[in-house]
């Protein structure tokens, strides 16, 4: 998939692989309905990211656990398309959250900690891929890419949105002392209308005299 909007340059390393490969179309019917629902409920930017990445290292774990026993491949190799899922499905959530400006910061750094520990984990599952067929190996293939390519995405976003929202933050604190300055002249101001005021009252009960 390709990034369509201009002001999603930033992503530009997110380039999803959605060429024939196994388990790559499977929407969300690899989640159960509990899964669904937690993710339903992940609306903030940043949880939604912790959501999915742990959803990845479990169908990771089980895909490795099952790699390397006779007759796993089948399943291990249809658990990595749902890893491959996963990880889509990520790259889309990070995509609009950066287009609609939500702050994924804490998320992002999650995904800089744990992507790169998947990738690794999913190297050290290339050494049954010659005995485990071809799928196997494709699927393996697709999903370090996937990962990698998640990675590179996510910290452009990162360096993107942490200058993004600490422009915001100094914005912030500019207008917060401005805010604070015309109070205090508005103070000021009226604090000199009320001598003023009581000069009056004074003059006007001496009959005139200050």
């Known amino acids: 998939m390709k990034l369509s909007r201009p002001a999603a340059l930033v992503l530009c390393g ?4 959605l060429s024939a490969g196994p388990g790559r179309a499977q929407s969300r019917a690899h989640l ?3 899964e669904r629902e937690k993710l339903r409920n992940a609306q903030d930017p940043s949880e939604r ?4 990445l742990a959803f990845a290292q479990q169908k990771l774990d ?3 656990d099952l790699s390397g026993r006779p007759g796993g491949a089948s399943e291990s190799t249809r658990l990595l398309g749902q890893y491959i899922s996963i ?3 990520m790259k889309r959530w990070i995509q609009y959250q950066f287009d ?4 994924m910061r804490v998320g992002l750094k999650d995904l800089m900690e744990q992507g790169p520990q998947q990738i690794e984990a999913l190297r050290k599952m290339e050494g049954p891929a ?4 071809g799928d196997y190996h494709r699927a393996l293939k697709d999903a370090i890419a996937d990962m990698t390519d998640a990675v590179d995405g996510g910290a452009q976003a990162l360096s993107d949105q942490e200058k993004k929202f600490g422009k915001l933050k100094q914005e912030r604190k500019l207008e917060a002392r401005q805010i604070k ?3 205090k002249e508005e103070e000021k101001k009226n604090k000199e209308e009320k001598k003023l005021l009581k000069r009056l009252r004074r003059k006007k009960r001496s009959g005139g005299a200050d």
């Open 49 to 52: 990211i912790k959501v999915y």
């Open 181 to 183: 300055a015309r109070r």
């Open 87 to 89: 990880t889509d499905e």
């Open 14 to 17: 997110f380039a999803l692989v």
């Open 62 to 64: 089980r895909a490795a």
């Open 130 to 133: 010659a005995a485990n067929g």
């Open 100 to 103: 609609r400006n939500g702050d």
């Open 32 to 34: 159960t309905p509990a």
